[in-house]
Structures are given as C-alpha cells and as structure tokens.
C-alpha cells in the first residue's frame, strides 16, 4: 500500500498510547480514520483531538464481542464507504506473576482481547475488504515479549502475542492465495514504550476480576518501574510513540510483513533459540523483575 492518501484506517486501542501514535500518522498522511476503544471518554477526546488533522469517526467498541467488531465494520462502511487498512491494536496485559499464581481470568481477559479481538476484527472486515476487492491490509500488533523473545514473567501476555504472530503468518500466506489484501505484524519497538498498557487493569471488566489479590509488588506503572530502574543503575531507553507511528508507516508503504525499529537485530535472537532448541533446552529464561 504505497499510496494512502484518500484511503481508510480502522485503528483499534485508538484512544491512547500506540493507537493514538498510528491515527495522528495515517492523518499526516491524508487518510481517513475510524478510531475503536473501549474507553469511550478518552475515545472522545482523542476524536476531537485529531479531527483538526483530518477526517475521523469514532465508535465505542468492545474487542472482545465479536458483534461489536460488525457494528463497527457496519459504522466505518456507513461512514467512509470503505476500509483499506485494519489495525487490530488494542491489547491489554497482567501482572509479573509465575504461572501457577495466574487465575483462569486473567487468561480469559487478556486472550480475549488480544486474540480473539484480532480474530474478531479479521471476521468481521477481511470478507467486506476481499468482496471490495480492491488493494489493503491487516495490520496486527504482537510484541517482541511472545513473537520474538518471550519474557517468562509475562506468561499470559507473552502467550497471547506468540499467538497473534502465528494468527498472522497464516492469515497473510492465505490472502496472498487470491486476494489483493495482505497481513502483516507490527512489533512496538526501540525502546520502553509509555503506554496505557502499564495499567491497562483500570479497563479491566468486573466479571473478569481476579479469583484472588495481585501479590504484592507485581504491577508497576510506568514511571514507578523507570524509577526501580534508576535506583539500580540501570538506564533504559523509551522510545517516542510518534516516531515509531511514522516508521509504520513507512513499513505498510515498503510492503513489509514484519514491521520493527532495528529489525535486523532480531536474526541474532532468533538463531540463538533455535539453536536452544534443537538442543533440547529452554531458549526462555527468568529476568529478576520481568
């Protein structure tokens, strides 16, 4: 998809953080934008943000009903007579916890966003895009903590991401069988990223709630894990959101699949556990803290 002026983006997770960051970019490109979040306040307020950029729809959408990815796919035809770029960004993540102190709940919560909301997202548009027929793609937003080199902390999040990354390989060797869509997968990268994600439990629905109390000193927000950082020495990097919005859309433009900051640098990590692996050994190790 080399030309996006005058063509459509549905963003998922749109409201904030990563979601924000891609809408403000597809704007500066003179695309059409269709934002989706559950939060409908923030979900407001970014709408009328961004509407200064350009053209921009809302709708408050629950991922993880497969109904309110048709209504929203219903909302983006009513409203811009097409869709030309899916992203399904919306993810939501728990606690640092070993896996016998996750609870049935946290996996239903977070696989329900994070991959069911991708499957649903794809249901409920790639038919309408395939019978348009005419060019566009999927964008999936997985994670290094999964697709790449899973953190043994993140057990649930991790899983969910290694999942969308396999989602997505299938899904784009199945469109390239016929169609003029394609997929790819979109991994957040060069640095920390200062996201809802940290603190994505305010969303979190009561249903789902946890069977039982977080341990103590699981969750950090973001400012609070940079300040145990800085008090051991340790000095990250964060990576601006705008800035990796902008090399995304320089990746959608080049027709990459896999789209990354310092992509390369993923072959080294890649060889190494597969390396691990043919040897019969655990390529996944623990982190102190993660």
Known sequence: MKE????????????????????????????????????????????????????????????????????????????????????????????????????????????????????????????????????????????GDGGIAPLAGQSVYAASKAAVSILTECLDAQLAGGTRLRAAIFYPSGGLLDTGIWTTRRNRPSELAREKPVPEGSEMTFDEFMGMMEKIGVELPVQDLDELARHAVAGIQSGDFVIMIKREGMEAQLVERARKLARGENPTGLIPGM
């Open 4 to 143: 996006l002026r005058g063509r459509v983006a549905v963003v998922t997770g749109g409201a904030s953080g990563i979601g924000r960051a891609l809408a403000k970019a597809f704007l500066g490109e003179g695309m059409r934008v269709m934002l989706a979040d559950v939060e409908q306040r923030a979900l407001e307020e970014t709408a009328d943000t961004l509407s200064a950029m350009g053209e921009v729809s809302s709708l408050l959408t629950d991922v993880t009903r497969f109904e309110a990815l048709e209504a929203l796919a219903d909302h983006t035809w009513s409203t811009f007579g097409a869709c030309h770029l899916l992203c399904n960004n919306a993810g939501v993540s728990v606690a640092n916890l070993n896996v016998w102190e996750t609870t049935a709940n946290d996996w239903s919560w977070v696989h329900g966003v994070n991959v069911h909301g991708v499957m649903h997202g794809i249901q409920a548009f790639v038919p309408r895009m395939v019978q348009a027929g005419e060019e566009g793609l999927v964008l999936n937003t997985s994670s």
